[in-house]
């Protein structure tokens, strides 16, 4: 790799290629030692091809999902089975990893703008402005789906279909069209146990010993001529067990998030 060369979005690889390395060492205790974390499916990782595929996960944090990706990434590809054990995964780690974030929040300051540099493709939300939802609904940045396919065509894409921290809210459409036009290959991810462990933004360690969960889940199986965007938008939730019809099996009040999402995992979509 030369010292210089780039990526399609100008981000020099070698600095890139560090940057993960001393994030992933700095935030590796994290996931394995203030806190645990439980992995599913590292195999299929491994399976997967270099480029055109799109992640799709619940959200928890802004940050600490997207981090503990990067390690479960890296380490399964360096052959560990389900494991971030042994951090030297990082020295070489995949670079043509992107994760689609918000315009807003990943130019709050310079700790995000470092964050954006690791892989970020920030958008320009049409729903929610400054924190809040608004009434009139921006049009579509055309840029914001350029940017997403040119990184398809690169590599692999982490999305949170949801565009919320917020658990069981509506999958936006914007992640069917992309699918349905694009055709990735669609993994799910589940998680669990982040919004516990870390504050809303996932830089802030709010309580140790948690144990938490990262289930990754077989490549969806779409229909891209013929499925509908109803149809994927339905798929997504159910897949990253975020569908509003899962509530109505568990009692209000029953069970903590962590055990309603373990008790919904056995659930065929």
Sequence with gaps: MGLFKRNPFGHILFV???LIRILGILTHRRYRGFNELDIDGSEIIRALPDKNVL???????YFADVVAMFHVFNASLSGRDDNIKNICYLWNPKLNVYYVAAKETMESGWLTKIFAYAGAISVERTWRQKGKDVTEKKEVNPNDTENIKIALQDGWVITFPQGTTKSFKPVRKGTAHIIKQ???????????????SFDKKGLRIKKKGILQSFIIKEPLQIDYENDSIEDIVEKIEFAIEQHCSLLKVIPAGELEEHEKLHKLRKWEY
Excluded: A, E
């Excluded at 055709?183 to 998680?191: G, H």
């Design 182 to 196: 694009y055709k990735p290959v669609v993994v799910p991810i589940v998680i669990d146990g982040f919004r516990r």
């Design 55 to 61: 992640f799709i996960s619940n959200h928890q944090t």
């Design 16 to 18: 890139k290629k560090w």
